[in-house]
């Protein structure tokens, strides 16, 4: 299996999750780039230290996102839904092998959002029959006032919900210190492990 790795400058965490895989996984066929990313620079200097600190070489030079490249992943897996968003955007015909890491390797939101999806669809309905039962009864103010009482319950359910979703962003730590690119390091290596999990 092919795997790209994508973030804005292909220079952060594209390449540290890049270099993690090959690391961890010497056969895995990897690259990286970005969606801004200009040709051959080398990755940021505290990328490059986090990663040596563990005894990870990175040998990298960016380059942008091109058709060629992902013609050659089998699977496109971005560090943020907005990097997703820009390849549907600017690579609509292989917007089926777009998903963001976390989205990829995360089976427990799958659950979440069923429940979620329910429980927008039972509120939609209570809010629909309680607004036909009590047009008439009340002006627009009061009835508002009553709605909110009377799915009370529902929306501290749904706001419950949302809070267990996953945010499915790898935190980006450009500008940040040399301990900011540890903690990336860190919650990449989570992830990165969940797709050797799943491909192997």
Same mark, same amino acid.
């Given at each position: 299996?092919?795997?790209?790795?994508?973030? #804005?400058?292909? #220079?952060?965490?594209?390449?540290? @999750?890049? @270099?993690?895989?090959?690391? /961890?996984?010497?056969?895995?066929?990897?690259q990286?780039?970005?969606?801004?990313?200009?040709?051959?620079?080398?990755?940021?200097?505290?990328?490059?230290? =986090?990663? $040596?600190? +563990?005894?990870?070489?990175?040998?990298? /030079?960016?380059?942008?996102? !091109?058709?060629?490249?992902?013609?050659?992943?089998?699977?496109?897996? !971005?560090? #943020? #839904?907005?990097?997703? &968003?820009?390849? %549907?955007?600017?690579?609509?015909?292989? $917007?089926?092998?777009?998903?963001?890491?976390?989205? *990829?390797? =995360?089976?427990?939101?799958k659950?979440?959002?069923?429940?979620? &999806?329910?429980? *927008? @669809?039972?509120?939609?309905?209570? +809010?629909?029959?309680? %607004?036909? $039962?009590n047009?008439?009864?009340?002006?627009?103010?009061?009835? &508002?006032?009553?709605?909110?009482?009377?799915?009370?319950?529902?929306?501290?359910?749904? +706001?419950?919900?949302?809070?267990?979703? %996953?945010?499915?962003d790898?935190?980006?730590?450009?500008?940040?210190?040399?301990?900011? *690119? +540890?903690? !990336?390091?860190?919650?990449?290596?989570? *992830?990165?492990?969940?797709? %050797?999990? /799943?491909?192997?």
């Amino acid at each position: 299996m092919n795997i790209l790795f994508v973030c #804005t400058g292909n #220079t952060c965490r594209s390449p540290m @999750a890049e @270099a993690l895989l090959k690391e /961890k996984m010497p056969e895995a066929s990897t690259q990286s780039a970005g969606v801004f990313a200009s040709n051959n620079l080398h990755a940021n200097g505290f990328a490059i230290q =986090s990663l $040596q600190e +563990r005894g990870i070489q990175c040998e990298h /030079k960016s380059q942008p996102v !091109t058709k060629e490249l992902l013609a050659w992943a089998d699977v496109v897996l !971005t560090m #943020t #839904t907005g990097h997703k &968003q820009s390849l %549907i955007i600017d690579f609509p015909d292989y $917007q089926n092998n777009f998903y963001t890491l976390k989205e *990829y390797v =995360s089976e427990a939101d799958k659950q979440v959002w069923q429940e979620l &999806q329910k429980a *927008y @669809a039972d509120l939609e309905v209570k +809010r629909a029959l309680f %607004i036909q $039962q009590n047009k008439g009864e009340m002006d627009r103010i009061e009835l &508002q006032q009553q709605l909110q009482e009377y799915l009370r319950h529902e929306l501290a359910m749904i +706001r419950g919900l949302e809070a267990n979703l %996953i945010t499915y962003d790898i935190s980006d730590p450009f500008g940040g210190s040399l301990e900011i *690119y +540890r903690e !990336t390091l860190k919650e990449l290596e989570k *992830y990165i492990d969940l797709l %050797i999990k /799943k491909i192997q």
